[in-house]
């Protein structure tokens, strides 16, 4: 079955840029209709999705978070990654990948890990 | 941004109890609705897509219903392995969630 997990510093410095890898291994990640979506949740709070990606590269971000999000992919690799600019501790939080369904559902996620934006 | 509102935001109830969350769309999003569950430590896990429909191998204590803005969550008999916190999530881009509920055994 497929499955993802996130790597990636789990430390950052503010100002630095974020940089998180989504490798997707049982399945490839160009096959079926599905996008690839980022998602964060600081420490005791809820869930912010942050954009997603389609295997053709299109995009899709949380206007929220636009200006500073990238997010890209590497079929060759099955990975997805995500870059995040001009950090500051509000960034501070798990990120996950996930697979998104059409841009509706979320139903495999990754572990998560543990960003800390900090000097 | 469209915004979900969940209540309550925490919610204590025995073994065997129906319990019931609600979630409000601040507008219509017809059935564009999904709630998940997220025990500590743990990513959250779909139950229920599209506001109605059970994810393949969840167990069908757990149901959804509503459209437009209105929305609930049920568990018609709670179990110990059902406390965790639960968020609704709307797919009208951009996507967003529901603040969540946490869910507790009295």
């Known amino acids: 079955q497929v499955q993802l997990q996130e790597s990636g510093p789990g430390l950052v410095k503010p100002s630095q840029t974020l940089s998180l890898t989504c490798t997707v291994s049982g399945g490839s990640i160009s096959s079926g209709s599905y996008y690839w979506s980022w998602i964060r949740q600081p420490a005791g709070k809820g869930l912010e999705w942050i954009g997603r990606i389609y295997t053709s590269g299109s995009t899709n971000y949380n206007p929220s978070l636009k200006s500073r999000v990238t997010i890209s992919v590497d079929t060759s690799k099955n990975q997805f990654s995500l870059k995040l600019s001009s950090v500051t501790a509000a960034d501070t939080a798990v990120y996950y990948c996930?697979?998104?369904?059409?841009?509706?559902?979320?139903?495999?996620w990754g572990q998560g890990t543990m960003v800390t934006v900090s000097s | 941004d469209i915004q979900m509102t969940q209540s309550p935001s925490s919610l204590s109830a025995s073994v065997g109890d129906r319990v019931t969350i609600t979630c409000q769309a601040s507008?219509?999003?017809?059935?564009?609705l999904n709630w998940y569950q997220q025990k500590p430590g743990k990513a959250p896990k779909l139950l229920i897509y599209?506001?109605?429909n059970l994810e393949t191998g969840v167990p069908s204590r757990f149901s959804g219903s509503g459209s437009g803005t209105d929305f609930t969550f049920t568990i018609s008999s709670l179990q110990p392995e059902d406390i965790a916190t639960y968020y609704c999530q709307q797919y009208d881009n951009p996507i967003t969630f529901g603040q969540g509920t946490r869910l507790e055994i009295k």
């Open positions: 599209d506001a109605s």
């Open positions: 507008q219509d999003i017809s059935n564009y």
């Open positions: 996930a697979r998104d369904i059409l841009g509706e559902a979320f139903d495999i």
